[in-house]
């Protein structure tokens, strides 16, 4: 029996780190990198998804993952539009399939989705032709992100092998820290998940990491991962902690809890004075900002993979030579 398998079938969407392997990621992070090195030039445009269209449906608010979105599909010259549910049909009691079957008259090339219930991409997946992003599902899946955030690592500390990565704070809420461990656990990196035992989900190390409670445990690490308290996903009169007073001086990361050569991260947006002090935020061991940069290379890679697979060995290098 030959050794040759046939290569792999074009990825369709993105929805979740789950549908992707080592090879993916790697190939992704190649093409981000090489986009980096265009975004330096005068001239920021490149021609490469010219006549194509992206569509961004976001049903939840988002700064950084609709800009971005947006931005890396003018930047790979494609057409761009940005539906909000705030004064758009959605406003008006649409169904998401009735919307996505709306939207794809238009025959959009992408449908980037963020949506606050779980699984939303997957039905906007099956009732359209176009590649579909999950731009996150409520406490599910965020993959671009988990992907931007391997791009930052390895830009600032020149590998993710072995790497090893605290993430500290609202585990139980949080599709970042979800898409993170598992995208960790496929490039070899060590994920540890720290919090108090309420944030913390029943069987999260089935994902790949290990867990603590105790705040002490991020001080082995290479990176210290900061998740952001999610209000708006704990039901009212839903108690996790006593206090966010509390919480801040038992699991807030401030410059007592950062030692020498570790970096912190954050995917925003930060609650400056809970779960992250502003002295740390603003240090030079912060690297929120190069994850807001990476966010524009990672999600012009994941457009441009997603649209050329078949070519995306060669040409993105090519182009930008
Ligand atoms: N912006 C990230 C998300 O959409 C993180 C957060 O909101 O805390 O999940």
Redesign the pocket.
């Known amino acids: 029996m030959s050794d040759l398998r046939p290569p792999a079938p074009p990825r369709r969407h993105l929805l979740s780190i789950r549908g992707l392997e080592r090879d993916d990621v790697e190939r992704v992070l190649e093409t981000a990198r090489a986009l980096a090195g265009s975004l330096d030039r005068e001239v920021k445009k490149l021609p490469t998804l010219r006549g194509r269209t992206v569509v961004n449906l976001f049903y939840e608010s ?1 700064t ?2 609709l800009t971005s979105f947006e931005l890396a599909a003018k930047r790979l010259s494609a057409d761009t539009m940005s539906v909000r549910s705030a004064g758009s049909s959605v406003d008006k009691g649409e169904s998401l399939k009735d919307t996505a079957l709306t939207l794809s008259a238009y025959d959009p090339d992408v449908i980037v989705v963020r949506h606050p219930s779980i699984g939303a991409p997957e039905l906007v997946a099956r009732n359209t032709a176009a590649h579909v992003v999950n731009a ?1 599902d409520g406490k599910h899946q ?1 993959p671009t ?1 988990a992907l931007l955030d391997l791009h930052t690592m390895r830009e600032a500390l020149g590998r993710l092998e072995g790497l090893h990565v605290a993430i500290v704070g609202d585990v139980r809420h ?3 820290a979800r898409s993170l461990v598992q995208a960790l656990d496929l490039v070899g990196a060590r994920a540890l998940v720290v919090g108090p035992p309420t944030l913390l989900p029943r069987g999260i190390e089935a994902l790949g990491c290990a867990v603590s409670t105790d705040i002490r445990a991020i001080a082995d690490a290479d990176v210290v991962y900061v ?2 308290m ?1 209000a708006e996903r704990m039901g009212s009169g839903e108690a996790y902690v006593p206090s966010l007073r509390e919480y801040a001086s038992s699991y807030g990361i401030g410059p007592e809890r950062v030692r020498r050569g570790q970096v912190v991260m954050h ?3 930060m609650n400056r004075g809970v779960e992250i002090d502003p002295r740390v935020a603003d240090s030079g061991a912060a690297l929120v900002t190069d994850q807001v940069r990476a966010g524009l290379v990672v999600r012009m890679a994941v457009l441009y993979d997603l649209l050329t697979v078949a070519a995306v060995r060669e040409p993105v290098h090519a182009e930008l030579a």
């Open positions: 988002s950084r993952t996150g965020h992100q949080s599709r970042v998740l952001r999610q995917p925003g947006p």
